[in-house]
């Protein structure tokens, strides 16, 4: 004879009830935290805007200022992507009772304990984990926003240097125009360039890495991120 599998017992109208408050409690924290997320953006958003002014205020105005502002974006996006790494806690938690009980639900199919959604939720509350790394969060910022704010602050500089005080004429002028103090304008350019060579990298290198960790997931003690 075979044995027969054990059958679950079905979800009870009073846990669905737990499940909906449980839902609703995580959608207000992911939100909380989205909010949050927007406050390092502005900060960036405004401090650029700061530099700008004062870079472009007048055409013997030194670059510097947005070559500084550069670094403090990069201090925000880190800011930012440690806030992402606790958001995505509750955003994937969200997202995963969306799609493995609301949308079956809805579609008339069985929502109920079939497969292993309710073991990998049960799991992430009873070993609470970040569930991508500091890495990664940071791709994913440099890719939402970051990016954009980064690609203009080298525009920026780069259009500095090339018009003012006077258009340039020769590649020598803009090493000349990128000195600042006794660092050669060739060390400033290079610098300058391996900065956003970096942060191209991490936003296309943890994109890979986001793409394969999307396949594996569901297989993982924790499929969620």
């Known amino acids: ?21 449980l ?7 992911s939100t909380t935290w989205r909010t949050r997320l927007d406050n390092t953006t502005n900060w960036a958003v405004v401090t650029t805007g700061i530099a700008f002014s004062i870079t472009f205020s007048g055409v013997n105005s030194s670059p510097l200022p947005l070559v500084l502002v550069g670094l403090l974006v990069i201090v925000f996006l880190l800011f930012e992507a440690r806030r992402y790494r606790y958001f995505n806690v509750w955003r994937a938690r969200a ?13 008339g199919d069985d929502y109920e304990r ?5 073991k990998i939720l049960a799991n992430d509350y009873v070993n609470p984990k970040h569930h991508i790394s500091l890495l990664r969060a940071t ?4 890719r939402r926003s970051y990016a954009w704010l980064l690609a203009i602050q080298a525009i920026a500089y780069y259009g500095k240097l090339a018009i003012h005080p006077a258009p340039m004429t020769t590649i020598a002028e803009l090493f000349e125009r990128a000195s600042i103090g006794p660092i050669a304008g060739e060390f400033v350019i290079f610098l300058h360039a391996m900065f956003h060579v970096t942060w191209v990298t991490v936003a ?11 396949l594996q997931r569901r297989y993982k003690g924790v499929g969620m991120g």
């Open 114 to 118: 079939n497969g292993d959604w309710h």
């Open 95 to 107: 997202r995963h009772i969306e799609t493995e009980l609301y949308a079956p639900m809805l579609l």
């Open 204 to 214: 296309i290198g943890t994109l890979y890495h986001d793409k394969v960790s999307r």
């Open 23 to 29: 839902y609703r409690g995580e959608v207000y924290r």
């Open 139 to 142: 791709g994913r910022r440099l």
């Open 1 to 21: 004879m075979t044995e027969q599998k054990e059958e679950i017992p079905k979800f009870t109208p009073a846990e669905l009830g737990a499940l909906a408050h």
